[in-house]
């Protein structure tokens, strides 16, 4: 029998921790695309929330996400301040629930496309979550969600 040589094994292990090395790397420093650093502050989204951020001088935003599963939700924060108001429109592939909670923490929610719009009360960050409306039949796909700050 032929002994196996150790250095073809041991070349194939190197690389691959190189390569898993620099992915980790070009990871790390990844910053997500909708998120703009200066948004990095002590009451910034959670790691499942996108941050929705308005060009500058508009009143409009579009964010977009997926439902796959029924209990599944996309989550959203946006930031707006005391009298404006916000209207919240979902575009999506099947019925759809939508909550915002307030910077105090109170929260409301309502089925349908257009499931908020209101004068706001409070300076900070709002957080909307769209659910599958569990009123309908499961479905499952793209949602788009249609914000207005004025």
């Given at each position: 029998?032929?002994?196996?040589?150790?250095?073809?094994?041991?070349?194939?292990?190197?690389?691959?921790?190189?390569?898993?090395?620099?992915?980790?790397?070009?990871?790390?420093?990844?910053?997500?695309?909708?998120?703009?650093?200066?948004?990095?502050?002590?009451?910034?989204?959670?790691a499942?929330?996108?941050?929705?951020?308005?060009?500058?001088?508009?009143?409009e935003?579009?964010?977009?996400?997926?439902?796959?599963?029924?209990?599944?939700?996309?989550?959203?924060?946006?930031?707006?301040?005391?009298?404006?108001r916000?209207?919240?429109?979902?575009?999506?592939?099947?019925?759809?629930?939508?909550?915002?909670?307030?910077?105090?923490?109170?929260?409301?929610?309502?089925?349908?496309?257009?499931?908020?719009?209101?004068?706001?009360?409070?300076?900070?960050?709002?957080?909307?979550?769209?659910?599958?409306?569990?009123?309908?039949?499961?479905?499952?796909?793209?949602?788009?969600?249609?914000?207005?700050?004025?």
């Amino acid at each position: 029998m032929k002994a196996i040589s150790p250095a073809p094994l041991f070349a194939l292990i190197l690389e691959w921790r190189t390569i898993a090395f620099a992915v980790l790397i070009a990871l790390a420093t990844m910053a997500p695309a909708d998120q703009p650093s200066s948004a990095m502050q002590a009451n910034t989204p959670s790691a499942a929330e996108t941050r929705i951020v308005f060009k500058r001088g508009a009143i409009e935003a579009v964010a977009r996400g997926v439902l796959t599963k029924i209990g599944d939700e996309v989550r959203f924060v946006v930031r707006a301040k005391s009298g404006q108001r916000m209207r919240l429109i979902v575009d999506a592939e099947g019925p759809t629930r939508g909550f915002v909670t307030f910077p105090n923490g109170d929260e409301v929610g309502s089925p349908g496309d257009n499931f908020f719009d209101d004068t706001l009360p409070a300076d900070g960050d709002y957080h909307i979550r769209i659910t599958e409306s569990t009123m309908a039949e499961a479905w499952s796909g793209k949602i788009t969600l249609h914000v207005r700050i004025k």
